[in-house]
Each structure stands twice: as structure tokens, then as C-alpha cells.
């Protein structure tokens, strides 16, 4: 390689270093304008945690009616899901499949939220759901043998 085809490949590395430099300063100063730990909650909308584990589901037990945005976290070593619906009948007494999963096509039962597919460990997902109307809720991981494990809660709405 000649000197000056050497000197030509160093300004060309050069050029693209301050790119970069840029690029990562214009990121940096964006990142530092938002605020820390902040989601943005769409307009009229309450947030609720919900967390699963092995096998259980921490959520409120009550709620004000209204929006929500749900921030689903799977703090198990397994995948997990949730589903929620709007029954009277309690968590622990759903209708069943013959394979001791909830009939989630039962007509007693009216779907108000679902994750979509399982969270694998340590994911979190954000979830809408109206709960407008005040009442009984179900939330269920509805995974093969996850009910049956006690993966379920009430949720009433006032």
C-alpha cells in the first residue's frame, strides 16, 4: 500500500469515527431528555402491575372501573401467561377442559385481555383492557397444568 493510498484510508477511518461520535452524542442527549424509569401511559389510562411466578399471579384484588394499561412481568423460571375475563364465576371455579384447562370458549366467559402467547422468564409485556364496567374478573395463566398449580386470582372492579 502506498503512502498515499495509506493516507487516504486513515482520513477516511477518521471521517467515520466523528460519525460516530456524533451519532452517539445526538443519542446520549436524547436519552438523557426523558425521564427516568418513565412509560408513557397513554392519556386516560391507569396503570396496574401484574406479576406471575411459579405458580402463582400477583395482581390487585380490586380496581376502580376504568383503563388500563397492564405491565406484565414473568418473575418464574418457566414460561407464563395471562388471560383475563369478565364471569361470575370465581377464579378457582371456571369452566374446564377435559384436560383441566379453562375453556376459554365457554359462554361464561367474556375475554377482556391475553397476553397473545407465554412471557418467557424474566420478560415484562404491556397489556391494554377496558374495565369500564364494574364486576367480576378472572386472571389465569391457562398453560398446560398452570391453573390446576394455582395460577389464578380474582379481580373485582368497583
Same mark, same amino acid.
Given at each position: 500500500?502506498?503512502?498515499?493510498?495509506?493516507?487516504?484510508?486513515?482520513?477516511?477511518?477518521?471521517?467515520? @469515527?466523528? $460519525?460516530?461520535?456524533?451519532? +452517539? %452524542? *445526538?443519542?446520549?442527549?436524547? /436519552?438523557?431528555?426523558?425521564?427516568?424509569?418513565?412509560?408513557?401511559?397513554?392519556?386516560?389510562?391507569?396503570?396496574?402491575?401484574?406479576?406471575?411466578?411459579?405458580?402463582?399471579?400477583?395482581?390487585?384484588?380490586?380496581?376502580?372501573?376504568?383503563?388500563?394499561?397492564?405491565?406484565?412481568?414473568?418473575?418464574?423460571?418457566?414460561?407464563?401467561? @395471562?388471560? $383475563?375475563?369478565?364471569?361470575? +364465576? %370465581? *377464579?378457582?371455579?371456571?369452566? /374446564?377442559?377435559?384436560?383441566?384447562?379453562?375453556?376459554?370458549?365457554?359462554?361464561?366467559?367474556?375475554?377482556?385481555?391475553?397476553?397473545?402467547?407465554?412471557?418467557?422468564?424474566?420478560?415484562?409485556?404491556?397489556?391494554?383492557?377496558?374495565?369500564?364496567?364494574?364486576?367480576?374478573?378472572?386472571?389465569?395463566?391457562?398453560?398446560?397444568?398452570?391453573?390446576?398449580?394455582?395460577?389464578?386470582?380474582?379481580?373485582?372492579?368497583?
Amino acid at each position: 500500500m502506498s503512502g498515499l493510498e495509506r493516507s487516504s484510508l486513515l482520513k477516511t477511518i477518521f471521517v467515520v @469515527l466523528i $460519525m460516530l461520535v456524533v451519532l +452517539a %452524542s *445526538a443519542l446520549i442527549v436524547d /436519552l438523557a431528555r426523558r425521564p427516568a424509569g418513565a412509560l408513557n401511559v397513554p392519556k386516560g389510562y391507569a396503570v396496574a402491575q401484574v406479576t406471575v411466578t411459579d405458580y402463582a399471579i400477583q395482581a390487585p384484588a380490586s380496581l376502580p372501573k376504568g383503563d388500563y394499561e397492564f405491565v406484565l412481568t414473568n418473575r418464574g423460571s418457566v414460561p407464563h401467561e @395471562l388471560v $383475563m375475563w369478565a364471569t361470575k +364465576a %370465581s *377464579a378457582s371455579a371456571l369452566p /374446564l377442559r377435559k384436560d383441566g384447562s379453562v375453556d376459554e370458549e365457554s359462554d361464561l366467559l367474556d375475554s377482556v385481555l391475553d397476553s397473545g402467547s407465554s412471557l418467557v422468564p424474566g420478560e415484562t409485556r404491556i397489556l391494554f383492557a377496558d374495565l369500564t364496567e364494574a364486576g367480576h374478573y378472572a386472571l389465569v395463566c391457562n398453560l398446560p397444568m398452570h391453573y390446576r398449580l394455582g395460577m389464578r386470582q380474582d379481580l373485582n372492579v368497583h
